[in-house]
């Protein structure tokens, strides 16, 4: 469906009265489109653009390898998925090392954010692929050390337990909890304000600094910032020690001499000259900012004695952050996260506030907020058929189409439509949470029901049970398909790999239920993930499962990866499984599906598992037979 495809007559009715105008535009103009938010916290923070479409039964494109020709897609986007939002002022850190606001922060930035698996995680820089802002119900978090996060409850922090959510939507959704450690470094300094002190102090440790070394001052941006200050502050009462010195000029005092004696070397910062006196005073200046201070010690003439910092990021961005110095962007990428008794979370506040938010995802899936690891928004590459961008917009932009009842009638009473078996859920799931306030199925099936039109559905859904009466009068008339999207029951894996579906086992749930309404329900066990869910006990646990829940069979489907969602999956293997990169790799190559070999034998190996539960195993071929289409495009929640 392209824009091409819709239009809108200005002043129609539209499905739902509780929803507010919305002001953000289509990309496109669609002219008459209603563009809604809603006042429920399950909606917060998206936007959907009710369209009355041209039409509604799409043609699959010939040279797609899918076993049917015609679709309906009342959706574009899928609610489905989650959103993670914090306050526009939260500091992020950047690969360089120093910080800037996640509102100001813009695609294309490098940032720094981690890789690695559970306590193993290390720094790395990554891109910023995109960055969204909505509003949202806010809480605020704080930590031992006095830092405060402010973020949407959806929103996850890493912590000693693995991911954890403020304050989850759903009950199966790992909560934060009072006492977690969170990873990171803990909370950014705030940068210095260059006050009279601060001028002073830097002025003071530029020029004596540069007397101990003995005078060897070359033009550099030290001096250049130096020359600007002597405009307000005198040079003989600068370079005098102050008999109280101020934070402030204690600040500009280190990157004053930092200038003049200091380098780096990785994540420490150290100072060297022969002036012992001078090095005493840079590390009473260290002291008295929280950092500790190695040396400088007994310096015998002639030779340079040092003052350190010691050697972990918290400190090579403390003394980054405080002082204002002029460095070389910091290298950190390796260096590991760790986990401090100060980063306890002590407070989690409920504001009672609805406030703009802001996210960004990035090419490692996290980033790092006010001094911990956290988790951003997946992305989603087939929204760009749309024209909506790759990422926020597929999960906050859902374009419904609100007259598809109306439509689906028109084109199956059309004299040139052929009856052909009609298959939904096989681009985004039509029973995604939106359904659930547009109901724009009863009035599909209905319209299916009272023209004996064959049609299968393929969900992950359990809003289905709700259209059950109605599934049942189609079915007396005509071929009704059902099948879900099972690809295993590990429930670790499903709340990282799918954390916006129903879990595994209510599926199942919802499969018994329908089996016992005395529909044949099919498992579409998709997608196996190499590495993962492909062992023997994975296969076996989850073909046990679905054989309980009296699935007529099981149809196996290995992970497929195409252009766009490729990129995607890729950044989450290596961020929560590292370890199986080079598998990946070299199973995937450059291609979108995993080598015929595997999947052959994948399929065996769910064959006889199934023998062994007296379940049934649909083939390929009987597989295509039957109306239920395969899950071939059913893995966006991966990503």
Known sequence: ?????????????????????????????????TVRTFDTPGFAGMTFYEVRAKSLINRVPGRSRVPFEWTVNPYRGC??????????????????????????????????????????????????????????PAFRVTLADGTRLVGSGDHRFLTDRGWRHISPAEPHQPALAIGDLMLGVGRFADPPKESPDY???FVCGLVRGDAADGGTAVES??????????????????????????????RGFLAGAFGAVGHTDRLTVTFSCGDA????????ALTHLGLIARGPGPIRPGTAGRVETERHLDAALRFRHLTGASM??????????????RLAVVDIEDLGLTLPLFDISTGTGDFIADGVVSHNCFAR?????????????????????????????????????????????????????????YRLMPEILAALRDHANPFSILTKGTLILRDLDLLRQAAEVTRVGLSFSVGFVDETVWR???????????????????????FRVGVLMAPILPGLTDTEESIDETVAEIAAAGATGVTPLALHLRPGAREWYASWIGREHPHLRSRYRELFGNGSYLPRAYQEEIGARVRMAARRHGLHNATPTTAREMPTPPATSDQLTLL
């Open 328 to 341: 070389e962007p910091l290298d950190a990428s390796g260096v590991g996260v760790r986990q401090e008794r």
């Open 199 to 201: 001028q002073a102090g």
């Open 496 to 518: 990282t790999a799918e954390p916006g579906t129903p879990s595994p086992r209510r599926r199942l749930d919802a499969v018994r239920r329908l089996t016992d309404a005395g």
């Open 277 to 284: 006196p001078y090095l005493r005073r840079v590390a009473e």
């Open 221 to 250: 941006d030290a001096w250049v910032r130096a020359d600007g200050y002597l405009d307000d502050v005198s040079l003989t009462e600068a370079v005098r020690w102050p008999e109280t010195p101020t934070s402030d000029w204690f």
């Open 381 to 437: 590459n087939t929204h760009t058929y749309l024209d909506l961008d790759a990422g926020h917009d597929f999960d906050t932009r859902v374009v419904v189409k609100v007259n598809a009842g109306e439509l689906i009638r028109r084109e199956l009473r059309d004299p040139k439509w052929s009856g052909a078996p009609i298959a939904m859920g096989t681009n985004v799931d039509v029973y995604q949470r939106a359904e659930g306030r």
């Open 79 to 136: 609610s489905h998925a989650c959103t993670y939002c914090l306050a526009g002022d939260t500091p992020i850190l950047l690969a360089d090392g120093s910080t800037r606001p996640l509102a100001q922060i813009r695609p294309g930035d490098a940032v720094m954010g981690t890789m690695g698996a559970g306590a193993h995680r290390r720094y790395v820089p990554t891109t910023v692929l995109d960055h969204w802002e909505t509003s949202k």
């Open 1 to 33: 469906m392209r824009w091409s495809h819709l239009s809108a007559q200005p002043g129609d009715a539209t499905l739902l009265d509780r929803a507010a105008p919305a002001a953000p535009p289509l990309p496109l103009a669609l002219p008459g489109a």
